[in-house]
């Protein structure tokens, strides 16, 4: 209760406990990353209490395996498997240049 008033929250989706970095992904991030690759802008934010793993599930750790990259690994690994499949599958005819850049805050 705030100021005595009850508060209705509505999610679009909520994870348990047990999810793995790849269902996070595969529901959060990579629509978002598919968009951008289609020409949309994209934003993936993280919000919340400290220590409810936004670090973990972003993957901006020190170090980490493959099964717990987080999203930030995954999107740069998306983004140049993209790349690549467009140059193997002969779309670029070597006349296009692909510049990649993002943000990071």
């Known amino acids: 209760l705030i100021s005595g008033k009850q508060r209705d929250f509505i999610f679009d989706y909520v ?3 047990d999810s793995t970095q790849d269902s996070v992904y595969d529901r959060i991030a990579r629509p978002v990353v598919t968009d951008v690759l289609k020409g949309f802008n994209g934003t993936i934010f993280a919000y919340g209490q400290t220590g409810t793993g936004k670090t973990y599930t972003m ?3 020190d170090s980490v395996n493959d ?4 999203i930030i690994p995954r999107a740069i690994s998306q983004v140049f498997d993209y790349v690549y499949d467009y140059q193997q599958e002969g779309n670029s005819n070597g006349s296009s240049e692909i510049t990649v850049s993002l943000s990071f805050l």
């Open 15 to 17: 994870f348990d406990p």
């Open 67 to 70: 099964e717990h990259a987080g």
């Open 59 to 61: 993957g901006i750790l």
